[in-house]
T-cell receptor, first 114, second 115 residues
Framework: AQKVTQAQTEISVVEKEDVTLDCVYE???????LFWYKQPPSGELVFLIR??????QNEISGRYSWNFQKSTSSFNFTITASQVVDSAVYFC???????????FGSGTRLQVQP | GAGVSQSPRYKVAKRGQDVALRCDPI?????LFWYQQALGQGPEFLTY????????KSGLPSDRFFAERPEGSVSTLKIQRTQQEDSAVYLC?????????????FGPGTRLLVL
């Protein structure tokens, strides 16, 4: 069965600090996909990134970067020089070949203080 | 282009009432998903459509929940005889393909409160 664990329930940082959100996953499949979504107070889930299990290259997009490590089943997300607009709940999700639906973690609430 | 839209955005129902939640997916998207998100939790899968066919309804919590997508575009999630435990945000998502690997794009959700 699939499982996603986001152990950090809430993180509070001051603007311009770097912050890393942890995600650990479990799956028996060798082919799977990992996602990060952002949920601002408005409620809509905003897609951030998708990674395939066979591509372990880390990725950087502006102030965002992702570290995918199959050896530790982790897919961590780092925000560099955080801004108040980054305040939201961030969800990590997994999709393997067993089902079409996403399995989500419980989310990490990030608060960036000015 | 337009994203996924959902209506109503907020719904208050008295216990025992029936409710209908609507989802308009991104135009051309074949796959449509419904998720339920309880307060402080991650979304949980309810059901999945490929065009008009409901291929997976394993997440529907009871036979009071029913979903349809008769013409392969707009979908309706219906909850009969609502209970307080049905209070949650109901999220709809769509993806363009049917292989299952495509990214799901979410709507703003319908926040249901059952009194």
């Amino acid at each position: 069965a699939q499982k996603v664990t986001q152990a950090q329930t809430e993180i509070s940082v001051v603007e311009k600090e770097d912050v890393t959100l942890d995600c650990v996953y479990e799956t028996r499949d060798t082919t799977y996909y990992l996602f990060w979504y952002k949920q601002p107070p408005s409620g809509e889930l905003v897609f951030l990134i998708r990674r395939n299990s066979f591509d372990e290259q880390n990725e950087i997009s502006g102030r965002y970067s992702w570290n995918f490590q199959k050896s530790t089943s982790s897919f961590n997300f780092t925000i560099t020089a955080s801004q108040v607009v980054d305040s939201a709940v961030y969800f990590c999700a997994l999709k393997d070949t067993g089902r079409r639906a996403l399995t989500f973690g419980s989310g990490t609430r990030l608060q960036v203080q000015p | 282009g337009a994203g996924v839209s959902q209506s109503p955005r907020y719904k208050v129902a008295k216990r025992g009432q029936d409710v209908a939640l609507r989802c308009d997916p991104i135009s051309g998207h074949v796959s449509l998903f419904w998720y339920q998100q309880a307060l402080g939790q991650g979304p949980e899968f309810l059901t999945y459509f490929q065009n008009e066919a409901q291929l997976d309804k394993s997440g529907l919590p009871s036979d009071r929940f029913f979903a349809e997508r008769p013409e392969g575009s707009v979908s309706t999630l219906k909850i009969q005889r609502t209970q307080q435990e049905d209070s949650a945000v109901y999220l709809c998502a769509s993806s363009w393909g049917q292989r299952g690997a495509e990214t799901q794009y979410f709507g703003p959700g319908t926040r249901l409160l059952v009194l």
